[in-house]
């Protein structure tokens, strides 16, 4: 069983930055795309970023030119650089492995984000 292992969460204040970090417990032969989504209490899961396997990259309206996604040298490993952070990018940030057809998607288990005003 393939497991996405997420580090890098915390506390920092408004203003600071993060680099969460994942990385697939396995070799998984393919992908369409891997992201990070984010849950704040109360609120539904949403997309933050995702870079497919082409390098393409989409980011949510709310962090675009202050977070930025990238893939690892090694395979299945991708990064969420966060700067200039605030305190409603409070979430636990969620690691995703889309996989092509009718494959179910691969989660981590998530990191806790909390920035503080």
């Known amino acids: 069983q393939v497991q996405l292992v997420e580090s890098g969460g915390g506390l920092v204040q408004a203003g600071g930055s993060l680099r969460l970090s994942c990385a697939a417990s396995?070799?998984?032969?393919?992908?369409?795309?891997m992201g990070w989504y984010r849950q704040a209490p109360g609120k539904q899961r949403e997309l933050v970023a995702r870079?497919?396997?082409?390098?393409?990259?989409n980011y949510t309206d709310s962090v675009r030119g202050r977070f930025t996604i990238s893939r690892g040298v090694a395979r299945n490993t991708v990064y969420l650089q966060m700067n200039s952070l605030k305190p409603e990018d409070t979430a636990v940030y969620y690691c995703n492995a889309d996989l092509p057809g009718i494959l179910p998607d691969y989660w981590g288990q998530g990191t806790q984000v909390t920035v503080s005003s």
């Open positions: 396995k070799f998984i032969f393919s992908i369409n795309a």
């Open positions: 870079i497919t396997s082409g390098g393409s990259t």
